[in-house]
Nanobody
């Protein structure tokens, strides 16, 4: 059974940092398009970071503009864990954060890596609160 479990959320002041973790069971990250999404109260769930392994075992990452230069997605294959390092946090980053897995094609130029509907496996989420 495929399962994703997030952890690492919490409350920080603006400018602070947090590292989220997403532990996977029954899933090989190298065979999926992996995404980090967030959802603030009253708002749609939005993708913020994606990663995938391409030909030659090259690891690719992508970010939405609002988090570029502040967030870093990475994975540790030995621990089967996906990470989201979040620096220079802003109050508008406050949300429930989810990791998700989808078919590898989601991360291709023909897929939609920022759509929640592209992903088939979700974690339960971890709350991030940034105060000003």
């Amino acid at each position: 059974q495929v399962q994703l479990v997030e952890s690492g959320g919490g409350s920080v002041q603006a400018g602070g940092s947090l590292r989220l973790s997403c532990a996977a069971s029954g899933l090989n990250y190298n065979r999926y398009c992996m995404g980090w999404f967030r959802q603030a109260p009253g708002k749609e769930r939005e993708g913020v970071a994606a990663s995938w392994t391409g030909g030659g075992s090259t690891y690719y990452v992508d970010y939405v503009d609002s988090v570029k230069g502040r967030f870093t997605i990475s994975q540790d294959n030995t621990k089967n864990t996906l990470y989201l390092q979040m620096n220079s946090l802003k109050p508008e980053d406050t949300a429930m954060y989810y990791c998700a897995a989808g078919p590898l094609g989601v991360c291709s130029p023909y897929g939609d890596r920022w759509s929640r509907y592209s992903y088939t496996v979700w974690g339960q989420g971890t709350q991030v609160t940034v105060s000003s």
